[in-house]
């Protein structure tokens, strides 16, 4: 592991100035690290801002072979793939990648909890927080769900835990971890990985210096594989697994008790799954993920009833936003890609207007069809990929298009009737349209309360 004072000596290049790529300059900084950085769409207003605290920082927004070679560390962000070509140049000339979090490993100086995995991370990572602090235990959520982890880091904190990206695991190799899991792996990035089993192998190497590795029982991907070039550098980790259908052991799940379903963690019964803050089968998997993430901390399972109560869920995942003459209306923007899109709908139980499309990163729509025949009586698509979309998904429901996020609420407002839900879950990314999916989310909820309030 490269320490802190090595770097100090070594030519250090930021690839990437948003969120995270900031924290990291913030953070070499705080480090007296002498950096540059590298950014394609390098803004005049972000130059100025890092030359409040770093004015000797050269900053570029060309990525060529020549600007990247003349430096011995890539500290990469993690939307920039590391195949881009003039970072495999660097590579190939001996440079090293790193990412925020790999810098975040060497500061840290509290246990660290994390969770990577296709859906759910978010609200694991939130709920295991919320269940923390209910203990009395002093935590911070950081990493992708926001908070750029170097950012998150300070005095006083009894537990970091850290939301991971496979794009920031692809550049992470010594994080020490009290537990660690991927929650499950569906398609998504495809536009990144060969195929699923690399994005998934990339996922597995949270597992890599973890003292446990949680994984989902109906999801062999999410197992550690002592095959995985991940796993060459440690021991193969304990394992609890959670989403098991009748706990006997340790793992964590559900069973029933006199006709009703309980949260289940080993011996320990915790609440029936009907009084969980959260709907739907998948939060029900949520929940049993935070209670075996808790395992090291031996919290009584009155203290963890508490804790899985309190938390009141994260905007953008299947958030309720209104009702008006009888129809909800959802907005589950963060359904950036199919599994994710599914879930939503079924935990609506009611026929569904979907609102979908965006960014489609090359994934297969016609996973969506049999769900969408089942539950969904009409699409409005928005966005670059409606097209897909539209061919994918027209034998399975009514579908019509919009330009905008105001003209698809309209359309969908005249399309729903008592009883059903307007649901958004694009099942792609923002960025064509927005600034991100809170972006999206916040303009979808400003159309509903315009259009249907
Ligand atoms: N850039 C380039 N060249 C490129 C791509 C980007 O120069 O080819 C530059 C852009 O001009 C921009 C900067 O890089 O200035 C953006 O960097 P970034 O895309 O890595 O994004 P950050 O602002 O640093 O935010 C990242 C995460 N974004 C991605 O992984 C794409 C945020 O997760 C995360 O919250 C943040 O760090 C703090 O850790 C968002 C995300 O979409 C929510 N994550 C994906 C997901 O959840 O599916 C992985």
């Known amino acids: 592991m490269m320490k802190m004072t090595e770097l100090a000596n070594k030519k250090v290049l930021v690839v990437g100035l948003g969120k995270s790529g900031f924290s990291v300059c913030r953070f070499l900084h705080s480090q007296s690290i002498a950096f540059d950085v590298v950014d394609e769409g390098l803004k005049d207003a972000d130059v100025d801002k890092l030359n409040v605290f770093a004015p000797q920082a050269n900053c570029s927004h060309e990525f060529t072979e020549?600007?990247?070679?003349?430096?011995?560390?890539?500290?990469?962000?993690?939307?920039?793939?590391?195949?881009?070509?003039?970072?495999?140049?660097?590579?190939?000339?001996?440079?090293?990648?790193?990412?925020d979090i790999e810098l975040f490993a060497y500061a840290v100086d509290a246990p660290v909890l994390a969770v990577t995995g296709s859906n759910g991370k978010s609200t694991v990572v939130a709920w295991l927080q919320a269940v923390l602090e209910s203990a009395g235990v002093s935590a911070v959520a950081c990493g992708n769900i926001g908070l750029p982890a170097l950012d998150a880091l300070q005095s006083g904190i009894d537990i970091y835990v850290v939301e991971l990206s496979s794009f920031q695991l692809e550049t992470t190799n010594s994080l020490k971890l009290l537990s660690a899991s991927v929650l499950n792996v569906s398609e998504d990035h495809m536009n990144r990985y060969q195929d699923?089993?690399?994005?998934?192998?990339?996922?597995?190497?949270?597992?890599?210096h973890a003292e446990l590795?949680?994984?989902?029982?109906?999801?062999?991907?999410?197992?550690?594989?002592?095959?995985?070039?991940?796993?060459?550098?440690?021991?193969?980790?304990?394992?609890?697994?959670?989403?098991?259908?009748?706990?006997?052991?340790?793992?964590?799940?559900?069973?029933?008790?006199?006709?009703?379903t309980w949260l289940q963690w080993g011996e320990k019964r915790i609440m029936p799954v009907c009084e969980l803050p959260l709907p739907g089968l998948h939060n029900?998997?949520?929940?049993?993920?935070?209670?075996?993430?808790?395992?090291?901390?031996?919290?009584?399972?009155?203290?963890?009833?508490?804790?899985?109560?309190?938390?009141?869920?994260?905007?953008?995942?299947?958030?309720?936003?209104?009702e008006s003459q009888g129809v909800r209306w959802f907005n589950d923007s963060k359904g950036t890609n199919i599994d994710a899109c599914c879930r939503a709908i079924e935990a609506m139980q009611a026929p569904v207007v979907l609102i979908a499309g965006g960014q489609g990163k090359d994934a297969d729509f016609s996973q969506l069809g049999p769900v969408v025949q089942e539950h969904v009586k009409a699409i409005v698509l928005i966005g670059e990929d409606a097209d897909v979309l539209n061919q994918a998904l027209q034998d399975f429901a009514q579908i019509t298009k919009a330009k905008t996020m105001l003209d698809a609420v309209t359309q969908a407002m005249r399309i729903a009737?008592?009883?059903?839900?307007?649901?958004?879950?694009?099942?792609?990314?923002?960025?064509?349209m927005f600034d991100?999916?809170?972006h999206r989310g916040d303009v979808f909820v400003e159309a509903v309360m315009k259009v249907a309030a």
């Open 284 to 322: 029900c998997e949520n929940a049993q993920a935070v209670l075996a993430m808790l395992s090291p901390l031996s919290l009584s399972a009155e203290t963890l009833k508490a804790g899985l109560l309190s938390f009141k869920g994260l905007p953008h995942r299947t958030q309720f936003v209104h």
């Open 66 to 99: 020549t600007l990247f070679c003349q430096y011995e560390i890539l500290i990469m962000s993690p939307g920039i793939a590391l195949s881009h070509s003039a970072v495999q140049s660097a590579l190939q000339k001996g440079a090293q990648a790193i990412g």
């Open 417 to 432: 009737t008592a009883g059903d839900v307007v649901l958004l879950s694009p099942a792609c990314a923002s960025f064509d």
């Open 196 to 208: 699923l089993e690399h994005y998934a192998a990339t996922k597995r190497r949270i597992y890599r």
């Open 213 to 260: 590795a949680v994984c989902n029982a109906h999801d062999e991907r999410t197992h550690v594989l002592a095959t995985d070039e991940s796993q060459a550098v440690s021991l193969t980790p304990p394992r609890i697994l959670f989403a098991v259908d009748s706990v006997t052991q340790g793992d964590v799940g559900t069973r029933d008790y006199a006709g009703q």
């Open 436 to 438: 991100s999916f809170e």
